[in-house]
């Protein structure tokens, strides 16, 4: 069965940088964009970007441009995400989230991994 | 502010029909397919439709969607308890270049 499985919850100072994994099984990996998407408490989903593990190409959401990194390793099928210059409003779940269709940058997301808490505070 | 526009909470007794409504323009809802999912309390979102209108393998055809122009719509008939969650349209922006998500409905069954 396909499973996602994220790293565990962590705290960062500001100014910081974060590196969430998430790793996959139950599939191809390669034949599966993974999206990142984010959830600040109380609130909203809101989208960070994508990446073509085939490939490793990415698209950002224009918010995260220069800030975020999207790469992966195809031998233990594994994405991660990774976010600088942390602040307070950073504060969020992170997921990550499979594209049902497979090779396309689109919103159907079928799988999502459990979600990686991270507190940027002082 | 969301791209995509959703009233912040609906409720509604059991085993009524509740609609939640998702509205966009022409760069996202009129142009692309609409995606709605389901949250519940702690939990990782879950895909509830599709492409608008279809529904994965595994969830319950109590759930329909539809889509008019620069708006959709998530329905729910024979509301039950465990229907209580947050739901959010989700779909791709060609002006953005990025998917986008509404504010979220918050459902309450009464």
């Known amino acids: 069965q396909v499973q996602l499985v994220q790293s565990g919850a962590e705290v960062k100072k500001p100014g910081a940088s974060l590196k969430v994994s998430c790793k996959a099984s139950g599939y191809t990996f390669t034949t599966y964009y993974m999206n990142w998407v984010r959830q600040a408490p109380g609130q909203g989903l809101e989208w960070m970007g994508v990446?073509?593990?085939?490939?490793?190409?990415?698209s950002y959401a224009q918010k995260f441009q220069g800030r975020v990194t999207m790469t992966r390793d195809t031998s233990t099928s594994t994405v991660y995400m990774e976010l600088s210059s942390l602040r307070s409003e950073d504060t969020a779940v992170y997921y990550c989230?499979?594209?049902?269709?497979?090779?396309?940058?689109?919103?159907?997301?079928?799988?999502w991994g459990q979600g990686t808490l991270v507190t940027v505070s002082s | 502010q969301s791209v995509l526009t959703q009233s912040p909470s609906v409720s509604e007794a059991p085993r009524q029909r509740v609609t939640i409504s998702c509205s966009g323009s022409s760069s996202n809802i009129g142009n692309n397919a609409v995606n709605w999912y389901q949250q519940l309390p702690g939990k990782a979102p879950k895909l509830l439709i599709y492409y608008d209108d279809l529904l994965p393998s595994g969830v319950s055809d109590r759930f329909s969607g539809s889509k008019s122009g620069t708006s959709a719509s998530l329905a729910i008939s024979g509301l039950q308890s465990e229907d209580e969650a947050d739901y959010y349209c989700a779909t791709w922006d060609d002006s953005l270049n990025a998917v986008v998500f509404g504010g979220g409905t918050k459902l309450t069954v009464l």
């Open positions: 990446i073509n593990p085939s490939g490793g190409s990415t």
């Open positions: 989230a499979r594209v049902r269709g497979g090779e396309s940058i689109a919103a159907d997301l079928d799988y």
